[in-house]
């Protein structure tokens, strides 16, 4: 059953766990998510980027992830979400699909162009019911930029700041950058824990982490104790599918052509690892 990804993170929040937003850009992926959720009966954040949207379509995406969760999990929560949009356009083209909560990312602008374009996108989304997740400070993509252990202070997200951004923008959620980083991008040696404690207490919203495909149990812990309720995993689900069709292709040789026994491998293979990672969130049997 579809519902509001606030309401999901929410519930989250007060129940002392964090649930997954898990990115797909396919039939395989999207399903591998669902039947994990239904399988281990969680709620889930189902997600999918500009990029995804061009590849399979934003309508075509939308209803694919929509029919599967309505029709094969109907008792599991699932919340749809447009993650990493990057302009006013590409967060209208969503709402007006049916996307009922996105994410602007104005991290790479200044603090105040961020928080003009944030608030204008918030007045436009809040008015058809759709809610907004924000990001301040800077998650970096592997590649993006050299990091040294020194440079970290500059780009993590600043309580102050934080708490002025929300108030400014009446945001819903925020993407927080405490030495974290996508894709396996080397990230700090240890989370900034405090920095995460002062953040949660001055917003008092549901906090989220990007670039958690690699990060193990103990911190995940730990940081959901501090306010996250939502951590995104891409790279993850990206690395098990395409790691399952070449294994699979290597071992078959190029003559068997029935693609959708590769497909239902990787397929398989992707839903263990977000089986894997709802235990470690913590939202296993929630439902
Ligand atoms: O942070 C989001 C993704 O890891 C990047 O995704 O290649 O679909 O834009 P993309
Ligand atoms: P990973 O690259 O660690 O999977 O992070 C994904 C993400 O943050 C998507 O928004
Ligand atoms: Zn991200």
Request: glycine residues 6%; proline residues 3%.
């Amino acid at each position: 059953m579809l519902v509001s990804v606030k309401e999901i993170l929410e519930k989250a929040r007060s129940g002392g766990y964090a649930v997954g937003a898990f990115n797909v850009f396919n039939l395989e992926t999207t399903q591998a998510v669902i039947q994990a959720a239904r399988e281990m009966r969680s709620p889930i954040v189902i997600q999918v980027t500009e990029k995804t949207m061009e590849y399979a379509g934003g309508r075509g995406i939308f209803h694919l992830i929509k029919n599967n969760a309505e029709f094969y999990a109907p008792e599991i929560p699932v919340g749809i979400h447009l993650d990493h949009g990057h302009s006013f356009e590409a967060i209208r083209r969503a709402v007006d699909i049916g996307f009922t909560s996105v994410m602007y990312d104005g991290s790479r602008k200044k603090y105040e162009d961020n928080v003009m374009v944030t608030k204008e996108i918030v007045d436009f989304c809040h008015e058809k019911g759709v809610v907004v997740q924000a990001e301040l400070g800077f998650v970096p993509y592997l590649g993006e930029i050299e990091m040294k252990d020194e440079d970290w202070i500059k780009y993590m997200t600043d309580p102050g700041l934080a708490e002025s951004f929300v108030k400014e923008t009446k945001v819903d959620t925020m993407a927080v950058a405490i030495g974290n980083a996508h894709n396996f991008f080397k990230e700090k040696k240890q989370p900034d824990y405090n920095r995460l404690e002062m953040i949660n207490k001055a917003l008092n919203i549901p906090l989220v982490l990007h670039g958690a495909s690699d990060w193990e149990n103990e911190k995940v812990d730990e940081v959901i104790k501090r306010g996250i309720s939502c951590f995104n995993v891409d790279t993850s689900i990206r690395l098990n599918f395409v790691n399952s069709l070449v294994s699979k292709i290597m071992k078959q040789g190029p003559m068997n052509l029935d693609v959708r026994e590769f497909l239902g491998e990787a397929r398989e293979a992707v839903k263990n690892v977000v089986k894997d990672k709802i235990k470690i969130f913590k939202s296993d049997s929630k439902i």
